[in-house]
């Protein structure tokens, strides 16, 4: 570590991880942050951190599922067994160094017009998937959404790369979002 005023013989080198600013997309905007909560914002700054360092010009719903996986424990109890949640884990790690390179610097949208307009920094289909939790969540009487509500979101698209990831490791998108609509309907 430099001391301040001391050089060092490395000298001025950048960072691998340029920082984000406030005003830049996909910073850490407190508006969209305020309407997640705690939780949840959490889940896209580790999602940023990850399309930051990916090279990726957008968080993308796999990278919010990556995140999704890493913060919250009850999001995990959803998938059937331990392999299972390895194998889509090991997926999503491989994203970096070669699985999922392919979709550098393409935007993830489910057409030719999205749905739902762009949020800064976000894909429109991880856009739209916010938007999606926070309608789950009004929906069963909650302020805000939770990770359950972001996971049903993001499986709820056959179009998002977050589907493609459960796909490839043989997790059935459809079957994870029948566990958590049956997690909802039975009594807590």
């Known amino acids: 570590m430099t001391r301040v005023g001391v050089a060092d013989e490395v000298g001025d080198v950048p960072p691998r991880i340029p920082r984000q600013f406030v005003n830049e997309p996909g910073s850490n905007r407190a508006d969209i942050d305020a309407r997640l909560g705690e939780e949840l914002a959490a889940v896209v700054s580790g ?25 919250d424990p009850e999001v ?21 160094i070669g699985y999922g390179l392919r979709w550098q610097g393409s935007v993830e949208d489910s057409g030719p ?9 976000l894909s ?11 309608e789950r969540a009004v929906r069963r009487g909650a302020d805000r959404a939770n990770g359950t509500d972001l996971l049903a979101a993001l499986v709820a698209d056959p179009q998002a790369r977050a589907v493609e990831v459960l796909t490839r490791a043989g997790i059935d998108a459809g079957a994870v979002l029948g566990r958590i ?5 039975s009594p807590s």
């Open 181 to 185: 609509e049956s997690r909802a309907q």
């Open 113 to 121: 017009v999205p749905v739902v307009p762009e949020a800064e920094g």
């Open 47 to 71: 999602a940023r951190r990850r399309s930051v360092r990916d090279g990726d010009r957008q968080i993308d719903t796999a990278h919010l599922l990556h995140s999704l996986l890493e913060h």
């Open 76 to 96: 995990r109890t959803v998938f059937e067994d331990g392999p299972q949640l390895a194998r889509l884990l090991g997926y999503l790690v491989q994203r970096s």
């Open 124 to 134: 429109p289909l991880a856009s739209g998937a916010m938007e999606y939790a926070r």
